[in-house]
Each structure stands twice: as structure tokens, then as C-alpha cells.
């Protein structure tokens, strides 16, 4: 492994640690949900994205919208980590008063955070407009939104995939956290998400699928967005809910479950960070 991936594979073990351990301290649920997600932040955050922590609302800034918003913890840890606030600040997390809870805030109260989501099916459309703004203005800035499978449901989620080719919108892309799960069922068996690439295919999108979890895949995917199509980009990741802890893993009562302190001891000595 080269000295980059190396450097990538352990932000993204530190990240499952810190969201695993927070979600022990304070009672946060939805680990299933952030741990199926943290690889495609890791990528996102420490090898892809054009950002500064130091000027977090520097106009020209690559954006990524949280869509699954329930997954904020592992987003808030993410920020942290590269250095947008100090760890320090997570001391409070879920206490009255906080600005860290079980979903984003609005983007005035913490810096990287660049929309409160939360109710699923929002996070695209808002993406997309931040997109068409940076083109009016000839900003080269990128947005990435990450949707939760369960997300696709939403109406407002194929609104905005019609609307995105339609207007020639190719420096967004849509990364869905195919975890295959949602809080009470497989996803599959809610809603007919089935064959998703081509759903978004036949939208106008330019369609790819990867390993959710390959960090290496998934920088050099995202580092080629926009894609030289002029469509806008559609990322199908497969990815296992509560990935990278055994006893986690495509085991769904982890949307709800809060890890015991031995459990979390267990959690740090397979991410290698006992």
C-alpha cells in the first residue's frame, strides 16, 4: 500500500473509531448507517475535495451535502478530523445546547457543514443549485451529494436527477450509499429500487458503480468529476451497513443500537486502533 492510501485507510479506521466511541458516550444512534458511509467521506474529505478549514466559506470551495442526513455523526467527525473545528468541541456532543446532534445544523452554526438535512430527498435538489449558482458566477467549484439508498424513494430525489441533465449541470455528483438497508427493512423489499444505475442511466446521468469501501477506487472516481460528458454524475457505491466491525456488519438493529463500552473495546481492536 502506498504512502497516500496508507495515510487514507487510517483516517477512515480513526473516523469508525470516533463515531463508534461517540455513539458510546452520548447515546447517538444510526452507526450502521455513518459506518457505511465513512470510507466515501474519508475519500471525499483528505483526497479529492478542493477545501481550505481555514477559509471554509471561500466562495470557490468544492461542496458535499450530506443528504442522509441521520448519518451526521460521522460527517461531524469527518470535519473535525480535517480540521475545520477541534476535536475538543465534540466534548458536548448531544448535550443541551449543542450544535451537534443526530442531524446536521444549519451551516451558520458550524463551519463545513454546508446544509441542514435531514429530510431525506433535500440534499440533491439544494446541491444543485449550489451548482448552477457556481456556474452563473464561473465558479469551477464541485458539488457531491451523498443520498442513502432508502433516499432514492423520494420524489424530489427524481426531480432533481431530471432536472440536472436538463439544464447541463456536469460538476455535481450523486453518490448513493447503497447499503442495501433501511431502518426497518432491506431496501430492495420497500420500494423497487432495482436496476438503480440504470434508473439514473435513463435520467440523463453518467452512471458508475464501485466498491463503497475501496478508497483507492473511489479518490480516483470522484477526481473525475465533472467526467468530460457534460452530464452530471451518478455514483452507485456498494457498501455494507456497519462496514468495518464484524459483529456490525450488515446487521440492521445497528440503526438503532447504542454499543456497550466492552463492545466498543472489541470495535478499536479490529479497526486496529486498540
Not at 466511541?21 to 483526497?47: M, N, Q, R, V
Not at 458539488?143 to 455535481?172: H, K, Q, T, Y
Not at 430492495?188 to 435520467?203: C, G, H, I, N, S
Request: charged fraction near 25%; glycine fraction near 10%.
Amino acid at each position: 500500500m502506498d504512502t497516500a492510501l496508507a495515510d487514507l485507510d487510517l483516517a477512515a479506521r480513526t473516523l469508525r473509531a470516533r463515531i463508534i466511541e461517540t455513539s458510546h458516550k452520548t447515546g447517538t444512534p444510526h452507526l450502521g448507517s455513518c459506518l457505511s458511509c465513512a470510507d466515501i467521506l474519508t475519500a471525499a474529505y483528505f483526497g479529492v475535495m478542493n477545501i481550505d478549514p481555514a477559509q471554509p466559506k471561500h466562495p470557490d470551495r468544492d461542496r458535499l451535502i450530506l443528504s442522509k442526513g441521520h448519518a451526521a455523526p460521522a460527517l461531524f467527525q469527518a470535519l473535525a478530523m480535517r480540521g475545520f473545528f477541534p476535536l475538543s468541541d465534540m466534548d458536548d456532543y448531544g448535550a443541551d445546547g449543542s450544535v451537534f446532534g443526530e442531524h446536521p445544523p444549519t451551516p451558520d452554526y458550524l463551519p463545513g457543514v454546508e446544509a441542514a438535512t435531514g429530510s431525506l430527498g433535500h440534499g440533491l435538489p439544494m446541491g444543485l443549485g449550489m451548482a448552477f449558482a457556481g456556474r452563473l458566477r464561473g465558479s469551477q467549484h464541485r458539488v457531491f451529494a451523498i443520498l442513502g439508498d432508502g433516499e432514492c424513494n423520494e420524489g424530489s430525489v427524481w426531480e432533481a436527477a431530471m432536472l440536472a441533465p436538463s439544464i447541463g449541470l456536469d460538476r455535481v455528483a450523486a453518490i448513493v450509499d447503497f447499503n442495501k438497508w433501511q431502518a426497518t427493512d432491506r431496501s430492495r423489499e420497500v420500494m423497487k429500487l432495482d436496476p438503480l444505475a440504470d434508473k439514473w442511466r435513463a435520467f440523463g446521468w453518467s452512471v458508475y458503480e464501485v466498491d463503497g469501501h475501496d478508497l483507492d477506487a473511489l479518490v480516483k472516481l470522484l477526481r473525475r468529476v465533472p467526467d468530460g460528458s457534460g452530464k452530471p454524475v451518478a455514483i452507485i457505491a456498494h457498501t455494507v451497513k456497519g462496514k468495518g466491525v464484524s459483529f456490525m456488519e450488515d446487521d440492521n438493529n445497528w440503526h438503532y443500537r447504542i454499543p456497550t463500552e466492552a463492545e466498543v473495546a472489541k470495535a478499536k481492536q479490529e479497526l486496529g486502533l486498540a
